[in-house]
């Protein structure tokens, strides 16, 4: 019972950081890993999944109602978002990831540096493609991060973030009403294979999605509050954050 309170107050606090910044599985998959260290890393995977996709997607919705979005542009990047995640969580049972996880902290550093380099970045929503331009590069962005959060995970919302900002020329209010419309996406199609593959542990799952819907809630209304330049501290802590993480799992974890 204090293992389950455990874990919902971490689904609580990943939800929070999640619908601001991205990153929310910085928080919940290692005190997941650490409570229970004897279930299987998919499992923990799945149920941490099955958990966080009622927090994005109670995100999305607060986010779409109070930020104008082009439905043409998203409605594709979203397919493309759920049918990567699928991938890249089929991936993950064939293809060893040991590569993929020495490069992510070197791709979350030049993120974080571009970021810091650029002290206007994200601060004026001046979307800089023409309606069908922007909904190929959001679909192509959608399916590849969908493969990265399916096959691996960490930091996939910032990067999507990122993403919406550097590509597509949003401000970071409007890039992360983005992101957790596709990472509800990429939640839900993963999930759906790890479900097939019986790697959730649905007694977890009630609590921690209701503890991850009010931290989603609390956040959303904190990121519409304080707007774009909010966002973007809280973005590069929680980049920094992930990059120490990261760093540590691909390169001082002994083997």
């Not at 990567?84 to 040991?98: E, I, M, N, P, Y």
């Not at 929503?125 to 190929?136: A, D, L, S």
Request: proline share 4%; with cysteine.
């Amino acid at each position: 019972m204090l293992e389950l309170f455990a874990a919902s107050l971490a689904s609580f606090v990943a939800a929070f950081v999640n619908s601001i910044a991205g990153g929310g599985g910085l928080v919940s998959v290692p005190i997941l890993f650490a409570l229970f260290p004897d279930l299987p890393p998919a499992v923990l995977f799945g149920t941490n999944k099955a958990a966080m996709v009622w927090g994005t997607a109670w995100a999305a919705g607060t986010y779409a109602r109070s930020v104008r979005l082009a439905v043409s542009t998203l409605a594709p990047a979203v397919v493309a978002a759920s049918a990567g995640g699928f991938l890249g969580a089929w991936l993950v049972t064939r293809v060893d990831g040991a590569v993929l996880r020495r490069f992510v902290p070197v791709m979350l550093t030049v993120t974080l540096a571009y970021t810091v380099w650029q002290r206007n970045f994200g601060d004026a929503h001046r979307p800089r493609f023409r309606q069908h331009q922007e909904t190929i590069w959001a679909t192509i962005t959608a399916l590849a991060l969908g493969v990265y959060d399916g096959f691996f995970g960490p930091g996939t919302g910032s990067f999507f973030i990122f993403a919406f900002v550097k590509l597509l020329g949003f401000d970071f209010l409007h890039a992360a009403a983005g992101a957790t419309l596709l990472n509800t996406a990429t939640n839900a199609a993963s999930l759906c294979l790890f479900a097939w593959t019986g790697n959730v542990r649905w007694e977890f799952v009630v609590p921690m999605a209701a503890a991850n819907v009010i931290g989603s809630l609390l956040g959303t209304r904190v990121a519409l509050k304080r707007g774009a330049p909010f966002i973007r501290v809280m973005f590069i802590v929680i980049v920094s954050a992930l990059i120490l993480k990261t760093a540590a799992d691909a390169y001082f974890r002994p083997a």
